[in-house]
T-cell receptor, first 113, second 108 residues
């Protein structure tokens, strides 16, 4: 099976712009989670989607949003970008809702100038 | 909120040494995850365990649910083991909370 893919891999934006990141889970996986990783805060949970429904949301402002499509692919959107949004954004997929191994994508590295 | 503490933050070892990384958490959990992150950023799930011990190759993970503590051991360490090792536990809403990671460098 193909692994989790994320596009784009690298992105440079300026403050105030918005960005959309995409994640394609492993075939058959219905759960997609998004994480932000920065040198200062480490890995932090953004949100989790299962069968097109947001199941959990982390402690991030409303500028961060996401959605999941019927084919389980997921997108996250960040509006009105700030310098502090520069980070590695990772998505991970798993088959179901329970605690199980998550499979991570390679990440999208976002730089906000 | 589950607090996750990892130690040490940085670890340098000589090739062949036995390595131990520790993880403590504050609230009882159903399972704990150990992850490996290489310099390029990609993360690999090493283990998910809820009790006892799991082994995969030279990697061994143990967990003591009563003491809220887990350890990751690497036997016969090799330079390719150099990476950041991260433990993670689920919160009340099942979302993962991560430790700050242990940067391991294995010298040849």
């Amino acid at each position: 099976k193909a692994g989790v893919t994320q596009t784009p891999r690298y992105l440079i934006k300026t403050r105030g712009q918005q960005v959309t990141l995409s994640c394609s889970p492993i075939s058959g996986h219905r759960s997609v989670s998004w994480y932000q990783q920065t040198p200062g805060q480490g890995l932090q949970f953004l949100f989790e989607y299962f069968s097109e429904t947001q199941r959990n949301k982390g402690n991030f402002p409303g500028r961060f949003s996401g959605r999941q499509f019927s084919n389980s692919r997921s997108e996250m959107n960040v509006s009105t970008l700030e310098l502090g949004d520069s980070a590695l954004y990772l998505c991970a997929s798993k088959a179901g809702e329970l605690q199980e191994t998550q499979y991570f994508g390679p990440g999208t590295r976002l730089l906000v100038l | 909120k589950n607090e996750v503490e990892q130690s040490p933050q940085n670890l340098t070892a000589q090739e062949g040494e036995f390595i131990t990384i520790n993880c403590s958490y504050s609230v009882g959990i159903s399972a704990l995850h150990w992850l490996q992150q290489h310099p390029g950023g990609g993360i690999v799930s090493l283990f998910m365990l809820s009790s006892g011990k799991k082994k995969h190759g030279r990697l061994i993970a143990t967990i003591n649910i009563q003491e809220k503590h887990s350890s990751l051991h690497i036997t016969a360490s090799h330079p390719r083991d150099s990476a950041v090792y991260i433990c993670a536990v689920p919160g009340s809403a099942r979302q993962l909370t991560f430790g700050s990671g242990t940067q391991l460098t294995v010298l040849p």
